[in-house]
Structure formats: structure tokens, C-alpha cells
């Protein structure tokens, strides 16, 4: 079965860093981007950004480049998304979602991870 | 960027009654070389991550019952629910991956009982 785990929720303060993980199984890792998705307290889904674990190829939204950073270890089947420094609008549930299809062959998503809620609050 | 848009924001529908949601986007999903629109459906409920309904515009996801269905082309996209059922209750999103590795969603469309 494929499936995508996600990280465990997250309490942090404006200005600290966090780095969030999604962990691949049931199929080749190396081979099928993860891409992470937020949304925002009663809010839609919005496309964060794209990588490819075979060669960390990372691709994002305009509305997110500079503001997060995606990275993998194929090595543990994992998929990352990192903030240097977070604010409270991070505050968001975040889910990992494979690409249905090899590479970046345009496909949509599936499966979904279970999120990871991510509260930024002094 | 390709815009998508949903309508209506809401609705509330009678149990057994259908529901149609409408989905626009900004320029066509429509790749001419393989007659594909590079258009998914995803159904969210409450508490859970989203689920894949329909890809290609009107290929039901294995497992999705058959009262999803999915229909349009070029820009202008339908889902309908032929007899809505009380788990049929969710947030229903459309997504275009032609500009894949750029995606966009729409706003979603909420389906409650009326």
C-alpha cells in the first residue's frame, strides 16, 4: 500500500525555525515527487511546492519562493518543509501529497498524507 | 498563472437530490497532442485530508462510487453528485496540472444538506 506519514503537530514562537517531514512507503521514493499543500484555518488548499527525490529538483509556488524551503533523503524516504523563521500566519494544517505519476509528468495527487498542524502563537 | 474559480461557494441539497458544482479556469487545461484535460476533483471532509475523486476531468478514482461524475473541457469543468448521499457532506475541490510542475486549486465549493 502506498502511503505518505506525516510528522507530528507542532508549537512554536514567531521567529523560530521548524522543519516538517513526510515519509514515503509502499513504493520506489526516488522515483515520485512529494509536493506539501497548506491550509489555512478555514480556509481552501493552496500549492506549496514540488520536489523530485531522485535529484532534489524543487520547484515552488511564486507565493511561497523565499518563504519555505522543500528538500528529501531518499536515502529514508523522506520529504521535508522547512521555515527559518516563522510567523504567526504560518499557522496552518500542511499535507504532503504524492504525484500520481513518474517524475514530473503532470498528474495530480494521490495519496494524501494525514497533515501536520503547524500553530505559531507567542 | 492559470486561475481557477468554483460555483457556487455553497449549496445545500436534499437528500437523493443532485448537486452540480462548476469549476472555471483561466486558460484552457486542454493538451491538444493527447485531447486531455489535466483537470482533479478532490472531495474533503471534515478533520481529513483531501481524497482524489476524478482525474482526467472524468476518470472516476477506483473505489469512488459511481454517483461522482465528472464532465467538461477546455475551461469550463462540472462535477456532479447524481443523488447525494449524507457522507457526500464535504468541501469539494477542483485542481488543473497542465501547468504541472505549477499547480493551482480552486477555492472549493462546500456541500451541505439542505
Known amino acids: 500500500e502506498v502511503q505518505l506519514v506525516q510528522s507530528g503537530a507542532e508549537v512554536k514562537k514567531p521567529g523560530e525555525s521548524l522543519k516538517i517531514s513526510c515519509k514515503g512507503s509502499?513504493?520506489?521514493?526516488?522515483?515520485?515527487?512529494i509536493a506539501w499543500v497548506r491550509q489555512m484555518p478555514g480556509k481552501g488548499l493552496e500549492w506549496m511546492g514540488i520536489?523530485?527525490?531522485?535529484?532534489?529538483?524543487?520547484r515552488y509556488s511564486p507565493s511561497f519562493q523565499g518563504q519555505v524551503t522543500i528538500s528529501a533523503d531518499k536515502s529514508i524516504s523522506t520529504a521535508y518543509l522547512q521555515w527559518s523563521s516563522l510567523k504567526a500566519s504560518d499557522t496552518a494544517m500542511y499535507y504532503c501529497?504524492?504525484?500520481?505519476?513518474?517524475?514530473?509528468?503532470?498528474?495530480?495527487?494521490?495519496?494524501w498524507g494525514q497533515g501536520t498542524l503547524v500553530t505559531v502563537s507567542s | 498563472d492559470i486561475v481557477m474559480t468554483q460555483s457556487p461557494d455553497s449549496l445545500a441539497v436534499s437528500l437523493g437530490e443532485k448537486a452540480t458544482i462548476n469549476c472555471k479556469s483561466s486558460?484552457?487545461?486542454?493538451?491538444?497532442?493527447?485531447?486531455?484535460?489535466?483537470l482533479a476533483w478532490y472531495q474533503q471532509k471534515p478533520g481529513q485530508p483531501p481524497k482524489l475523486l476524478i482525474y482526467?476531468?472524468?476518470t472516476r478514482e477506483s473505489g469512488v462510487p459511481d454517483r461522482f461524475s465528472g464532465s467538461g473541457s477546455g475551461t469550463d469543468f462540472t462535477l456532479t453528485i447524481s443523488s447525494l448521499q449524507a457522507e457526500d457532506v464535504a468541501v469539494y475541490y477542483c485542481?488543473?496540472?497542465?501547468?504541472?510542475?505549477?499547480?493551482?486549486f480552486g477555492p472549493g465549493t462546500k456541500v451541505d444538506i439542505k
Open positions: 486558460q484552457s487545461v486542454l493538451y491538444s497532442s493527447n485531447n486531455k484535460n489535466y
Open positions: 501529497a504524492r504525484l500520481w505519476g513518474p517524475a514530473m509528468v503532470p498528474n495530480w495527487f494521490d495519496p
Open positions: 482526467w476531468a472524468s
Open positions: 485542481q488543473q496540472y497542465y501547468s504541472s510542475p505549477l499547480f493551482t
Open positions: 509502499g513504493y520506489s521514493f526516488t522515483n515520485y515527487c
Open positions: 520536489i523530485y527525490p531522485g535529484d532534489s529538483d524543487a
